[in-house]
Each structure stands twice: as C-alpha cells, then as structure tokens.
C-alpha cells in the first residue's frame, strides 16, 4: 500500500516571497505519477502541478514547481512570488496509472499582505 | 461544462437516519470515487468504481454503500447515520488513460 506524508500542517508566507512545501511517500512502484491540489475555502480542489515518475526533469507551471528526488522519494511544491490567493490547504497525492488517488494530510498554507 | 456534479452541498442529519449523496459526471468517465475529508488526515477513499456495474471497497468503506448502474452516476448512501460519518465528502471521476481526477464540490454533511 502507498502512503503520502506531509509533515506541515501549517505554514506561512509573505507576499511575494517564495516558500516550499514538503511530501514524501512510500511505495514499491516503479511508475507512478504524484499530484499537487489546491483547496481554498470554496472547497474546490484543483489541480496544482502534475509529474510522473518515469521523468526525470521536474515539472513546472507558472509560478509553481516541484523537486522531485525518485531515489529519496520526496516530492516538494515551491511558490514563486506568492499571491493572496494562493492560501489555500494543498494536498501532495500519489496515483498508479489508472487507480486510486492517495492522499496527505494537507498543508495550510497562508499568505500574508 | 457540467464536469463533476455533486448534491447536496450541505446536510445536517440525525443519528439513524439514513440518506444518499448523489455524484453525475458527464465526462464518459469510467473511473469514479468517493472520499471523505477530515481535519489532519486528507481525503481517505470510500468506494470506488471501474465502470458500470463494478463497484470495490476503499480504506473507510464501513457504513457506505455504493452502486453505478450507469457510466454517468455514482450515488453514496448512508443506511443509518453515526456522529462519526461528520465529514466532508467528494465525488472525483477520472478517464482510465488519463491520470487527472475531476472533483466535484464536495457536500458537508454534520450528523448530530
């Protein structure tokens, strides 16, 4: 079985600054593909930032990237110039192809003016 | 763009009674889910589904049941209600070549 750990259940940053935030996971799976979600308090959650496993190269959108070491099994989001709008609990997830998601407990990320 | 259609968006039920979640993707999608919210420990996976007429057990599937009599519909029935069931839901459906789940907006259901 996979399990997803964030060890931050909250965190804080400033405006325009830049913070990362930590996830590791375990599993016995070679190809797997890891997600980052976004749930702000409409409770909507959406899709952050997307890799899979067989990549080496770290995966990037706008403002939000992530390190992902295969070997070390670590999976980290950075935010670049934070926002307002990026408060929000973000989840790190973990899915083999065609199944189930598996989830972490969530980070509470907020960003201060 | 309906996507993940989810109802309702809140409920307050008491202890015993027994009520069904409804969950319609108009996707086609063949991969659909339910999850529960809880503060300090993410979305845990109820039920799940592969396709019409299969149905399998997540980590917390006690006190849930589940059918898919069709591609579009995955409804979630509480049979007798608990305090412990207090929880955010989700509906997610996915395309089994595609790894992105579509959620929908989740229904906040307190049981008293």
């Known amino acids: 079985a996979q399990t997803v750990t964030q060890s931050q259940p909250e965190m804080s940053v400033q405006e325009a600054e830049t913070v990362t935030l930590s996830c590791t996971y375990d599993t016995s799976e070679n190809n797997y593909y890891l997600f980052w979600y976004k749930q702000p308090p409409s409770r909507q959650m959406i899709l952050v930032i997307r890799q899979e496993a067989y990549k080496q190269q770290n995966a990037t959108e706008n403002r939000f990237s992530v390190n992902f070491q295969k070997a070390a099994k670590s999976f980290s989001l950075k935010i670049s110039d934070s926002q307002l709008g990026d408060t929000a609990m973000y989840f790190c997830a973990f899915m083999k192809h065609g199944s189930r998601l598996t989830f972490g407990e969530g980070t509470q990320l907020t960003v201060n003016p | 763009n309906a996507g993940v259609t989810q109802t309702p968006k809140f409920q307050v039920l008491k202890t015993g009674q027994s009520m069904t979640l409804q969950c319609a993707q108009d996707?086609?999608?063949?991969?659909m889910s339910w999850y529960r919210q809880d503060p300090g420990m993410g979305l845990r996976l109820i039920h799940y589904s592969v396709g019409a007429g299969i149905t399998d057990q997540g980590e917390v599937p006690n006190g849930y049941n589940v059918s898919r009599s069709t591609t579009e519909d995955f409804p979630l029935r509480l049979l007798s209600a608990a305090p412990s069931q207090t929880s955010v839901y989700f509906c997610a459906s996915s395309s089994l070549g595609n790894t992105e789940a579509f959620f929908g907006q989740g229904t906040r259901l307190t049981v008293v």
């Open positions: 996707m086609n999608h063949e991969y």
